[in-house]
């Protein structure tokens, strides 16, 4: 049997609709010569005649009828895997995000709302932790991470700082004229930063104040939710009270910041650099950082 191409069986099926060689050859843009030679070549591979030549219109033998469906079928399908192929080429980037899980969930995921006004179309899955060897196994695309920026190729995104917060409830009815009048409140630490308080204290020049009563929780985000919840006063990172102080479910207790030399810093992995989603991503946040950190530094 001959062989035939794809050519062949779109021409014979323009052939077939337009009831005509000369037509078909306008529609699919090619000679009239070039049409003659797909239908005979396609002739020859399935042995029968599958167009009745006329003087100036052609019609399809019962042969070519029945095998019309086929090649309709067959082109309808092919046609369909690559609108299939060019939509999964279009498909959106996938960005890996590693970030410890108080910050992922205070400051990252309230701003990732505004994507879509910035344009940045991605598909982002986000995983926390808090531990270096997870930032340096590399198997994300972006991560943020905490600390003096001593990783490799670490960019910066925002300095830490602290004030006093807590949940507008637990203050209703109480006046703290002095700094003196916290210690009346039940003050949340983290059992892994744990030295909050102390080092607020010292920068404010009361070392010496302590607190009637203390709580203690495994992390930072068991803190925060703490002092949403008006347990009592938490000593929080400007970072990951912005949201909830903006929010209204946190106020500042005393109206002193004090600003940390550790920051947060944005890692990128070799995987990122054959992604554009990532870089589009990356500089998103750097832009967001920038913005929140200026704001922060004139407080």
């Given amino acids: 049997m001959s ?6 069986l779109r021409t014979f099926r323009a052939v077939a609709r337009s009831g005509s060689f000369t037509a078909a050859a306008r529609d699919l843009g090619c000679a009239q010569s070039a049409v003659s030679r797909q239908i005979a ?20 033998t019962p042969a070519g009828e029945i095998y019309l469906e086929t090649v309709n ?10 609108m299939r192929l060019a939509s999964n080429a279009a498909t959106r980037a996938t960005v890996k995000i590693l970030a410890m899980p108080s910050f992922a969930a205070r400051w990252l995921l309230p701003r990732l709302a505004e994507l879509p006004q910035a344009h940045v179309d991605v598909d982002i899955e986000l995983a926390t932790s808090f531990w270096d060897a997870d930032f340096r196994k590399e198997r994300f695309d972006l991560a ?8 490799p190729g670490a960019q910066f995104l925002m300095h830490d700082s602290l004030s006093p917060v807590a949940a507008p409830r637990l203050l209703a009815g109480e006046t703290i004229r002095e700094i ?8 949340l630490h983290g059992a892994l930063r744990n030295s909050r308080w102390p080092q607020w204290l010292a ?7 302590k607190s009637e009563r203390n709580m ?20 929080g990172n400007g970072a990951l009270v912005d949201h909830e102080l903006r929010e209204g479910r946190l106020v500042e207790v005393w109206p002193r910041h004090i600003h940390l030399a550790a920051g947060y810093y944005l890692l990128t992995s070799k995987r990122a650099q054959r992604n554009a989603g990532a870089h ?3 500089q998103w946040l750097l832009a967001q950082a920038q913005a929140f950190d200026e704001a922060q530094r004139i407080r």
Avoid at 41 to 57: D, F, I, N, T
Avoid at 73 to 82: F, I, K, S, T
Avoid at 144 to 151: A, E, N, P
Avoid at 203 to 209: F, T, V
């Fill in 3 to 8: 062989e035939f191409s794809i050519a062949a």
């Fill in 41 to 60: 070549a396609l002739e020859a591979h399935v042995q029968r005649v599958l167009v009745l030549r006329g003087h100036r219109q052609v019609q399809l």
């Fill in 73 to 82: 079928r067959a082109l309808d399908e092919l046609d369909h895997g690559a």
């Fill in 144 to 151: 943020i991470h905490y600390g003096d920026g001593s990783w």
């Fill in 180 to 187: 003196g009048d916290l210690q009346r409140f039940t003050w």
């Fill in 203 to 209: 920068a404010c020049g009361a070392a010496e104040l």
């Fill in 216 to 235: 203690k929780l495994q992390d930072t985000e068991s803190v925060l939710s703490a002092a949403i919840a008006g347990l009592g006063i938490a000593m």
């Fill in 280 to 282: 589009a991503l990356a």
